[in-house]
């Protein structure tokens, strides 16, 4: 198991802010734990009391809707830390969280890092940073609904994973999500995502190979989600 003062993976993210001693400490009260693909880190209207740090992997954290449908708000990734809100309020979380391929996590009690946030205003700053940025990226989310097509999400929704995540040996986005993912992202049926996701390869804009996805033409892509 390794230490938190010694570990890469803070760096890119507000833990980087602790000093030595602090890491150390919650070093030392920290469990690490591997979530297999498929495995749920945790549901929705569950006490999370505490913050998981993600050392490998990806998890999709969803909010199930009136209809029984999975809205998918968020992609997690290695270093990204999850479930800084319940530092602040103790309400239950009000998402889910699933991973996407087999994951390494750890879990910081929230009793713990709490103390950090009252002692250490740097690290106070950078998990009110992350916050506004997640709100901020709420509202696109919520703007995007609203007024762009399903094909428009779709293409930026492309662009984005794109940008977030690294190229795997064959140059595909490395991030396996099936079609169902894709339209959970999107907010549309899984029928209309793999419809469109077929009309976007016809065009020449990405190639599909099972579930790998390989993005050929990005300014079109940025032209159909801005509505060009």
Known sequence: MSKCEQCIVRQFNSLKALTKDEL???SSCKTS??????????????HI???FC???GICKVSKMSDNGR???????KKGDLLGERSLINDEVSNLKAIAVNDMEVCFIPKEEIVR???????????????MASSLKNADNVIVDMAQKTVKQRLAATLLYLDGKFEKDADGAIDVNLSRED???IIGTATESAIRLLSEFKKKGLINLKGKQVFILDTQKLK????GF
């Open 24 to 26: 150390v400490r919650i």
């Open 33 to 46: 734990k591997t979530i297999k693909k498929g495995e749920i880190l945790f549901e929705e209207g569950e």
């Open 49 to 51: 009391n505490g913050v």
């Open 54 to 56: 993600v050392k490998d």
């Open 70 to 76: 999975d809205q998918i708000v968020n992609l997690i």
């Open 116 to 130: 950090d946030l009252e002692k250490n205003p740097k690290f106070t700053m950078d998990i009110l940073k992350n």
């Open 182 to 184: 894709i339209a959970n």
């Open 223 to 226: 032209d159909i989600s801005t």
